[in-house]
């Protein structure tokens, strides 16, 4: 419980700093970037509702489908997953680079639609064609991303990049939480509790990784103008 609380208060953290960046620094992307950690930190604490059952609250819940909170994080991932491919899009010059993340976007957001309309799993699971495709497209978006760092003077200064930070955050974050999600009908200490110890350590251990990069980039990025970010939509 301690160590789920203390993952909750770094991502309200999180949207607390990026609130304070942008008053600094305000861009759009950065508008959306603090909306999206805020719409985070509200699902997680939404999520919490399941453990209201062992209180004798929500009854009528109980024994439905509404039980577990797959299906509001089956929601939440394929609206994260469009933000970060959408928000590195932002961040792109070349526009091939641009078209291939605006053709495969809609495509994704098809896809995960059509899985929680046309499979059984949304209510008992996390979604694996969602989670499999959605990652790859972050992952897409953030190496593209990183190759037109690296061909730009903004490698010069990266330590005054936001969009560095919050690209490093995620893609260790999914890299490491993707195979996790996958299995994650093991997570019950009656069918496997090596798995749920090792399930723990490692989504725990990302998400205070993943929050406490962006309170870091926050708090450095605040402190000085960046020369090179971008004040375009979406």
Known sequence: MLIAIIALSLEVLAF??????????KSRQTFYLVCFLGLTAFVEISGLYVMLFDYGYLSFWKDTVFEKNYWLFNIYGV???TFYALYFKSHLFSSKNILLLKILIPIFLVVGIAEMVFTDGFYTGFQPITMIVGSLI???SICLYYLELLKSD?????????PFYISVGALIFHFCTTPMFLYSSYYSMSRDPDFV????????????FLYSIYI???LICSRTKDPYYLRKSF
């Open 138 to 140: 972050v992952f897409l």
């Open 216 to 218: 870091i980039g926050f």
């Open 197 to 208: 110890i090792l399930y723990k350590i490692i989504v725990f251990g990302s998400n205070y």
């Open 154 to 162: 903004q490698i010069l200064q990266i330590y005054r990049n936001l």
């Open 16 to 25: 607390l700093f990026g609130l304070y960046y942008y008053r600094k620094q």
């Open 79 to 81: 609206i994260s997953y």
